[in-house]
């Protein structure tokens, strides 16, 4: 599994910012474009997000040449927040480690995503195994049938929320495990992709 150099929000905002615009206009802003973005009329400001991009890895940059940054990747980072039980509710454990999504995933780079460690296997059936890395769209709300991360009295867990009538559960993908109805429920996500770790780690 890659792992990156964390970023800052705003950094984050501005490589978002430059990678948008090379993906729509085919080239990339010039400094003055990226202070404008950033609300500045300051391009040292400007040059100073792009040079701490640059030694993150995020952009390379042709020097003297006025559109000369570019993107080294245009896939997206975001962070695994910890570990989530596809078996007996657990707690997320914090974890500030980020991930790269692999040209494989097809996210909406609107919504905010991070992503999780699976522990167990109550959703095998699925596809979803025991140490795969699962990616969460953030909502607080869910359909019938959506695989979510729902926030029990017991703790959190990775299920198929099921909605009859005034009654909800949540169902494994797995013989061996048992609905859950539980008396509180927080949707804290959306199931939309795994990445799977490779057997070297």
């Known amino acids: 599994m890659q792992q990156i150099k964390p970023l800052t929000v705003k950094q984050k905002k501005a490589l978002d910012y430059i990678r948008n615009f090379v993906v729509h206009r085919g080239y990339a802003p010039s400094l003055r474009e990226i202070a404008e973005f950033l609300d500045t009329k300051n391009l040292s400001t400007a040059q100073y997000y792009i040079e701490e991009l640059q030694l993150k890895g995020y952009l390379t940059k042709t020097i003297n040449k006025t559109r000369g940054i570019t993107p080294t990747s245009t896939r997206q980072e ?5 570990v989530i039980a596809a078996g007996e509710p657990i707690e997320p454990l914090e974890n500030p ?3 790269t ?3 494989t995933v097809n996210i909406n780079t609107r ?5 999780l460690k699976v522990k ?6 699925m596809g979803i195994l025991d140490n795969d890395i699962v990616i969460i769209k953030h909502q607080m709300t869910a359909e019938s049938g959506e695989t979510i991360v729902a926030i029990t009295e017991k703790g959190a867990t990775l299920k198929i929320f099921k909605r009859t009538g005034n009654k909800i559960s949540l169902e494994p993908r797995n013989k061996n495990f048992q609905t859950i109805y539980p008396t509180s ?3 804290r996500g959306k199931f939309v992709g795994l990445i799977r770790p490779s057997a070297n780690g």
């Open 185 to 187: 429920l927080e949707i």
């Open 111 to 115: 919504y905010p995503h991070y992503a």
């Open 101 to 103: 999504i692999p040209d």
């Open 120 to 125: 167990g296997d109550s959703m095998m059936d």
């Open 78 to 82: 975001i962070p695994v927040l910890g």
């Open 97 to 99: 480690e980020n991930i």
